[in-house]
């Protein structure tokens, strides 16, 4: 290992390696899902010849490396083992270049999805890719996990996005593919093996992304609702009513809200907590003249047909993000609450108030007195559950897994929506992928690393 480390050091500067007591605790954060291990070294390219050189060196030696990106992930695909080289695309960070006319953005893995938003905001576009975590998440890891968020009922996830991507084999081959155009037929678009492939595959060190016209109006509500057949007719008569401009449509299920209301004191829940639904809802337009009155007006109409019972209208910019923050800002209550197991799932829409009830009630068999809390993106299917049994040891994870699991197999869904499997869901892959599908990975896996050394032990 000692000639490796002084090879792997060749390859960089001084600061591009780092090992012993200089590896913080940002490389080995598991965000609580599993525990990590003491890495070789932490590696820190800023260019792609870099990273192929030491993908080269590692594959010689068969040493196993693990890519990293914002660390932002919630499966653990990014956790080191005793002995791996980390690969932390961290300083990979340049945009390269924005063409206003073809909508494209060229940047690094390494740059930070909110530096992305701000960059495509300033040239008069959107990079509609958006989640959460938009303040450490990188491009990398997003594209290497096909991340979704809030706005994939208008956009999709985050393959939708990518025209075209860089990215290095495990034998250190640069395989260049940064297509700019919306159209490319031209044999296999080998892009998409590496995009949702967790850096298993190969790791994408540059991208070109599609930007989109910049929305000049967002209207959003939030609403209270008492039945699943209203949150569904609800979805059905923005869609319709407003020509395709629905941005988001989260629900939250009365037992997260009133969590919410009762946990989260710097919070401001708009609507009294007597619903059994709440549905935060996000609009975008184009006529500022018109665009706030057609939406009131569809929302007035939800009222009539007896759809909605309760809603507030957001007035300003500082409104929405109030709203917006009661769907993404309970940290305060989850800590309260913690140790606590996090799921991103999907299924189909009509399913998922059976998937709630039959999860809330088969905890509470098996776990007396836990909180399970639904909310998520119903617009697209795909739910999020926040479930706390009163202590966090892996028995009790694993049972929880194999009740939420069993359900979501029951209705023929995924068990990873947004976030990937990593370690966290890998013993649950064939719950949701077929014997000849994961066979058909694994045959790609032994093809592009037939060596195993990109991110073991993820995914497969």
Known sequence: ?????????ATVDASGILTGDDIGPRYTDTRGHGSAGAPACVMRPTSTAQVSAILKLCNDAGRTVVPQGGMTGLVGGGTP???????SLERMNAIEEIDPTGRTMVAEAGVVLETAHDAADDAGFVLPIDLGARGSATLGGLIS??????NVIRYGMTRQSVLGLEAVLADGTVLTSMNRMLKNNAGYDLKQMFIGSEGTLGLVTRCVLRLQSKPLTTSTA?????DFQSVIGFLSLLDSKLGGGLGAFEVMW????DFVDERCPSLKPPLPAEHKYYVLTDVLGADPESDKERFETVLEMAHTQGLIQNGVVAQSDADRDDLWAVREGAGEGFRAIAPMFTYDVSMPILTMDDFATRAMADIEAVFPGATTLILGHLGDGNLHAVVAVGEGSGESHRKVNDILYGIIRDLGGSVSAEHGIGTEKRDYLSWSRTDAEVEVMRMLKRTLDPKGILNPGKVL
């Open 1 to 9: 290992m000692t000639d490796l480390l002084s090879d792997l050091a």
């Open 81 to 87: 083992g005793d002995g791996d080289v980390v690969l």
């Open 145 to 150: 996990t096909n991340a979704g968020g809030n």
């Open 222 to 226: 939030f609403v209270g609702m008492d």
């Open 254 to 257: 009365s037992e997260y809200y």
